[in-house]
Every structure is written in C-alpha cells, then in structure tokens.
C-alpha cells in the first residue's frame, strides 16, 4: 500500500502562487511515477503533471510556465509550485501513485491522496 497525503491549498488572487505538498509513504519502492490531477467542478478529474520517483525526469501537462512539479527525496514529498493562477485553475488538486510505464490516464493510478482545494479569485 502507499498514503499519500495532499496539503497547501487555499484561497489566492489571480496572479498570486501557491505551492502543494504531497507526502508519500508505506511500500514507495513500488512506485514509477508521481502525479497531481485536478478536477473542477463538473470536469473531469486532468492531469496536471508528473515526476519519475526514482530518476525525478519530469512531465508538466499543464502551463509549464507556470506550473514546476519538484520531489524532496530526504522527506518523500512531492511539491506543485503553481505561480501567476487563474480563476480556471480553481480545482480540487490530487496526487496520484502509479507502477505503470509513462502513464498520464487517471484510471492507471492505483492510489490517490484525498485532495487539496485550490481556489483563485478574480
């Protein structure tokens, strides 16, 4: 099994930042990649970016101007800097635990933290 355990969302203004934290533990050896979703009300849950835990290459699906995934391996976190937001990026963010090779689809995910609201105003 693998927790993961989303934290650092909030209320911000457009053009503000905010950075969100995923903690990971229990059996970590197992895991390939790292990714946060977000899901808007009425939308699908979307990828938003991805990190390899073992070689930290990364995948950023999103504004990648705007949005750095990084990981911390002394204390398994994973963080998302999100910087210059806007209203559309106002979501419930997740990050996701997946074994599989190159996967972006939210059903090759196998664990989910329970998510962190983000919420931009204009």
């Known amino acids: 099994q693998v927790q993961l355990v989303e934290s650092g969302g909030g209320l911000v203004q457009a053009g503000g930042s905010l950075r969100l934290s995923c903690v990971v533990s229990?059996?970590?050896?197992?895991?390939?990649?790292i990714s946060w979703f977000r899901q808007a009300p009425g939308k699908e849950r979307e990828f938003v970016a991805r990190?390899?835990?073992?070689?930290?290459?990364k995948l950023v699906f999103a504004d990648s101007r705007r949005f750095t995934i990084s990981r911390d391996e002394a204390k398994n976190t994973v963080a998302l800097q999100m910087n210059s937001l806007k209203p559309d990026d106002t979501a419930v963010y997740y990050c996701a635990a997946s074994n599989k090779i190159g996967v972006t689809d939210r059903r090759e995910y196998d664990y989910w933290g329970q998510g962190t609201q983000v919420t931009v105003s204009s």
């Open positions: 990190i390899n835990w073992a070689t930290g290459s």
């Open positions: 229990g059996r970590t050896f197992s895991i390939r990649y």
